[in-house]
């Protein structure tokens, strides 16, 4: 029997219907709210509140589980490579051998930017923020390609254009940031591989060392899709209002690019480096991070959704000791994240708060041994999560797609007459 939720508003009493997901999980569709009863529903922050029904990825925050399209992300973070499961986002299934094949072709034939990019990058001032270059960039690829033209490889053209430019773009912002020539693309490497030999080529910190490029492929899995966050709401808000894909896209980079989202990847290292700045007293720490007046944040701490693990944590952090192991890295930084983690999750106010490690609390540890400055993480994570903006942004438009436009509750002045200058 379908379960229907009721509503009292006064004296108004409300039948609603009841969506019920594929995993149990219960939506009340208050399509008719307003109309009926003249109310809206109020919730800050949206923690209460489905902006939509969607096939690509289910969160479960109380058991700390990931899925891309059903497959649990422990499953796909290792055994599949980071164009499979952008193909799984994209396409709902995991590529066949024929599908792999001319989508790996496609990518490595598509990796060049429009002349107009390098231009684009060489006028902005050189310590321009590595995501400020990348949302302008992306936003310009339009004057390249239009709205895109059919299908390559089985993905709409442009769609798979980003997919192959955005590390040739991140590596030209890196090399422009420090004053270093552009490394062309190079089609006898893989994804990972060839995103690092352009970003560190003819440097000190080159390495041909294939464990680093699958840790790379891998941290790009782990980035590649999480539901309704806040970049993907925004990409399918942009995308409501049928602005161009590009466009799209660069908004969801400019929302990641927040220290409290995709931001905190970077604002965990600064975090240590205070902490370390402080003798490297983790107890220090806790007692920053929970004080209410202090701007300290256990960044890398928390999460909307996992009120456990982020199962991304876990596997990043297993990555770190095996990246910082391989590159010979100085560790004293995972020690102490390791030490703030033990510190935190043994602490009260972590516990009652159900606070955790999620995915940015290690993934930068791991960047900066392997040579990113701290400024490029956040980039990083746009590289990763690049396929669920896309997927998301396709699932929208592909439905009845409205326009998304939220409703307020207007608690300003009430109605009243200008005031002449001369009377006020
Ligand atoms: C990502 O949504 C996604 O899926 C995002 C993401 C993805 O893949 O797209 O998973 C990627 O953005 C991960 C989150 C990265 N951000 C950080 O690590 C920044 C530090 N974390 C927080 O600022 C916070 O935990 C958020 C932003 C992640 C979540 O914020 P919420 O859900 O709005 O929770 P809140 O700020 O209301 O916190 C609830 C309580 C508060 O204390 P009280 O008011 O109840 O006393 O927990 C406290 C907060 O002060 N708290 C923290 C804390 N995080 C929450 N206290 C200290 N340190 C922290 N990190």
Redesign the pocket.
């Known amino acids: 029997m379908a379960i229907t939720a009721e509503i009292r508003v006064g004296e108004t009493k409300l039948e609603l219907p009841v969506v019920v997901g594929t995993e149990a999980e219960v939506g009340v569709d208050i399509g008719a709210l307003r109309d009926k009863t003249g109310a809206i529903t109020l919730d800050p ?1 949206y ?1 209460n509140t489905g902006a939509c029904e969607s096939a690509i990825t289910f ?1 479960d925050g109380e058991r700390g589980i990931l899925r891309y399209r059903g497959y649990p992300i422990e499953q796909l973070a290792g055994p599949a490579s980071f164009l499979e499961v952008a193909w799984l986002l994209l396409k709902g299934e995991l590529p066949n051998a024929a599908e792999l094949a001319a989508l790996v072709a496609a990518e490595k034939a598509n990796r060049a930017l429009p002349a107009h990019v390098e231009r684009l990058l060489a006028a902005l001032p050189q310590q321009t923020h590595p995501m400020a270059m990348l949302s302008s960039a992306v936003v310009t690829l339009s004057a390249a390609y239009g709205e895109g033209d059919g299908a390559i490889a089985g993905l709409p053209a442009n769609q798979l254009r980003l997919l192959a430019q955005l590390p040739t773009l991140a590596a030209c912002i890196y090399r422009r940031s420090q004053g270093l020539d552009f490394v062309p693309p190079d089609a006898n490497r893989g994804y990972a591989a060839n995103f690092l030999h352009m970003m560190f080529a003819g440097t000190a910190k080159a390495t041909d060392d294939a464990a680093i490029a699958t840790a790379m492929d891998l941290l790009f899995i782990l ?1 590649a899709d ?2 309704q ?4 709401s925004t990409v399918r808000l942009v995308g409501s209002s049928q602005a161009d894909y590009f466009a799209s896209i660069a908004s969801g980079v400019c929302a990641l690019w927040g ?4 931001g ?1 990847n970077q ?2 290292i600064e975090m240590l480096d205070e902490v370390v700045r402080h003798g490297g007293n983790v107890q220090w720490a806790v007692g920053q ?2 004080e ?1 007046g202090s701007h300290f ?10 009120k456990n693990f ?1 199962p ?1 944590a876990k596997i990043i952090k297993v990555q770190a000791d095996l990246v910082l192991g391989k590159l010979g890295q100085d560790d004293a930084q995972l020690d102490l994240a390791k030490g703030l983690e033990q510190a935190a999750l043994a602490d009260d ?2 516990v009652q ?1 159900k ?1 955790y490690p ?4 290690y993934s930068g540890i791991i960047y900066r041994a392997m040579g990113f400055p701290q400024e490029m993480f956040t980039v990083l994570f746009a590289i990763g ?1 690049l396929p669920g903006w896309t997927a998301h942004w396709n699932e929208h438009n592909a439905g009845k797609a409205r326009i998304g436009r939220p409703r307020q509750i207007y608690t300003g002045k009430n109605a009243r007459d200008f005031v002449a200058l001369a009377d006020r």
Not at 259 to 262: E, K, N, S, V
Not at 298 to 306: K, N, S
Not at 358 to 361: G, H
């Open positions: 922050g923690g969160l980035h999480h539901e966050n806040c970049s993907t220290p409290l989202h995709g905190a604002a965990v991070a929970k209410k944040r256990l960044m890398g701490f928390g999460h909307r959704v996992y982020d991304r106010y972590f708060r606070l999620n995915v940015d609390f999560r």
